[in-house]
């Protein structure tokens, strides 16, 4: 697996990005991002992660969030992995588009695509990443504790870490200058 935990440079890439529109009421909302063609599980995972963070940013009302992702999140998916995502929905046909549903129906699309295994280096990556002289601190501590979160996210028994644990991984990823 690729490392999660230090991606903040997004490679520029050819790739399109996608305005993507949709209206719930009389309420209209707006986000753009691109579409997601790799099932590398560092990429999926930061697709998803991207698309719930930006839908969720946007929404205002609560009782638009629910059909607001899962209206939005299969239309950021290439034709292969759309074809994933509607196995699962179709699964779940009879369920409400809740936002706690979204989220277990983005669990069990990452899961399709990771292992205990990913889970397992996810977790040892946290505790042995050293922080980039580029990255400011805080947004190192904020994508620490963010990733910490969707541990449980990934299949697998691997705990996250505690919150010592957390602060120690922290301190020993600072530069010794």
């Known amino acids: 697996m690729a490392n999660i935990v230090i991606p903040y440079q997004v ?28 099932i590398e599980l560092k990429d999926l995972l930061m697709h998803c992660l991207d698309v719930h963070n930006k839908v969720n940013t946007v929404i205002s009302t609560e009782n638009h969030r629910g059909p607001s992702l899962h209206r939005v999140f299969p239309r950021t998916l290439s034709l292969i992995l759309r074809a994933v995502w509607d196995q699962l929905i179709t699964e779940a046909a009879a369920e409400e588009e809740s936002a706690e549903q979204f989220k277990q129906r983005l669990r069990e699309f990452i899961a399709a695509h990771a292992t205990a295994e990913d889970r397992y280096n996810l977790v040892q990556q ?52």
């Not at 870490?161 to 991984?169: I, S, V, Y």
């Open 126 to 177: 946290m505790r042995t990443s050293k922080k980039p002289r580029a990255i400011p601190v805080q947004a190192f501590w904020y994508r620490t504790r963010e990733l910490n979160t969707y541990i449980t996210w990934l299949p697998g028994n691997e705990p996250s870490l505690t919150e010592p644990q957390q602060k120690q991984a922290f301190y020993n990823a600072m530069p010794s200058k």
């Open 11 to 38: 490679h520029e890439t050819d790739d399109y990005v996608e305005t993507i529109k949709w209206s719930h009421g009389n309420t209209k909302y707006e986000i753009h991002t691109k579409l997601l063609n790799s």
